[in-house]
């Protein structure tokens, strides 16, 4: 049988998109690890299922699954595609929907322009700081502060506040935190520059991976970072070093939750074979 499918693109990740409310198919680890592959298949990143929600009370349930074909927890770039795609199909008609996925259930919103807005939750402050080696304390073009806050948010983030991330020495600082025993392997540094009030500019490496440039919670983290220092507003416009990502956060006073609006695009529509 042939299976319609839509391939998107949001915030550095590529999606391809399979509605199963319209069609039926029992999708299996490999034919998602066949379709992934970028010269035989489609190619993608993250693949989103849409489906029949298990309870009244939900538009529709998602579920992503990586290029192995292993499910894996949602991001908000995820859902910024998937009820992109959804409103524009008109599979649910409304701006609000309440959306099914992976241990949780979430109301996303679709606005007239086509962005969506995806609750998170706030990042939390972890106890200690580690100061930056000496030798990079010396005046330098980018330094602004002199050691990382550490926070969580599904991970371990050091933010480092600087004057330029274009010049911020991310492969050095990266070999400094991994000699930290207490650091976690998989830990996102991100350099926070602020532009002005409006506009945060970041650049991240995350340690044994290299440099990031698509959607990741360190973006999240380093806004809440700087609106809770009152550097920017609460809603700010956050970008990513080579641009590939940007969205707004907002952060609302006495709420414990912030929310990410992105825009995601359609790139084609297309048939595979199952």
Not at 69 to 93: H, M, N, Y
Request: charged share 20%.
């Amino acid at each position: 049988m042939l299976l319609r499918f839509t391939k998107m693109h949001g915030f550095g990740n590529d999606l391809m998109v399979i509605d199963l409310i319209s069609q039926y198919a029992y999708i299996q680890p490999h034919h998602m690890r066949a379709w992934s592959d970028r010269r035989t298949g489609v190619g993608f990143q993250r693949l989103a299922l849409i489906e029949v929600p298990q309870h009244p009370d939900v538009d529709f349930s998602c579920r992503m699954f990586d290029s192995d074909g292993a499910e894996v927890d949602w991001q908000a770039s995820d859902l910024c595609c998937v009820a992109r795609l959804v409103a524009d199909k008109r599979l649910i008609s409304k701006a609000q929907m309440r959306i099914e996925l992976r241990h949780t259930v979430l109301e996303v919103e679709v606005h007239t322009d086509g962005s969506v807005s995806v609750p998170l939750a706030q990042p939390s402050v972890l106890a200690d700081s580690i100061e930056l080696p000496e030798h990079l304390l010396a005046p330098s073009p980018w330094l602004r502060a002199t050691s990382f806050s550490m926070m969580a948010l599904q991970g371990v983030h050091a933010v480092l506040p600087v004057l330029d991330v274009k010049q911020v020495p991310l492969l050095e600082l990266a070999h400094y935190l991994e000699q930290h025993t207490s650091v976690a392997r998989d830990t996102l540094i991100t350099a926070l520059q602020l532009q002005d009030r409006n506009h945060l500019k970041v650049a991240t490496w995350q340690l044994g991976s290299g440099m990031v440039d698509n959607f990741h919670q360190g973006l999240c983290t380093a806004a809440v970072y700087a609106i809770e220092r009152g550097w920017v507003n609460q809603r700010v416009h956050i970008e990513s070093l080579c641009g590939t990502t940007r969205g707004w956060m907002h952060v609302p006073e006495r709420e414990q939750r912030m929310y990410f609006t992105g825009l995601a695009t359609r790139i084609y529509e297309g048939q595979i074979r199952l």
